[in-house]
């Protein structure tokens, strides 16, 4: 079982950053991909970025350019830098872990962007 615990979120003006992390525990797991998705109010939920293990990264058109995802392997956690943050960002942020069979998945952390 993977544990993953996030940080990071809160409030900032339109144009600033914030930077999310993620900490993966337990005991005999293997992650292969970390990542985050967000979910809007009254929205569903919508990937944003994913890394490999190798390090390898694919981010969300609508976050292209603004969002860096990097990820510490001898930690287990993985970063979320947002610059230029827009209104539009704002939601509930999730962090997952993805093993070879299943997912495991955060508790969100709330990002609001006020215009």
């Known amino acids: 079982q993977v544990q993953l615990v996030e940080s990071g979120g809160g409030l900032v003006q339109a144009g600033g950053s914030l930077r999310l992390s993620c900490t993966a525990s337990?005991?005999?797991?293997?992650?292969?991909?970390m990542g985050w998705y967000r979910q809007a109010p009254g929205k569903e939920r919508e990937w944003v970025a994913a890394?490999?293990?190798?390090?390898?990264?694919n981010y969300a058109d609508s976050v292209k350019g603004r969002v860096t995802i990097s990820r510490d392997n001898a930690k287990n956690t993985v970063y979320l830098q947002m610059n230029s943050l827009k209104p539009e960002d704002t939601g509930v942020y999730y962090c997952?872990?993805?093993?070879?069979?299943?997912?495991?998945w955060g508790q969100g952390t709330q990002v609001t962007v006020s215009s």
């Open positions: 890394i490999t293990s190798g390090g390898s990264t």
């Open positions: 997952y872990a993805q093993r070879p069979v299943t997912r495991s």
């Open positions: 337990g005991s005999g797991f293997r992650i292969n991909a």
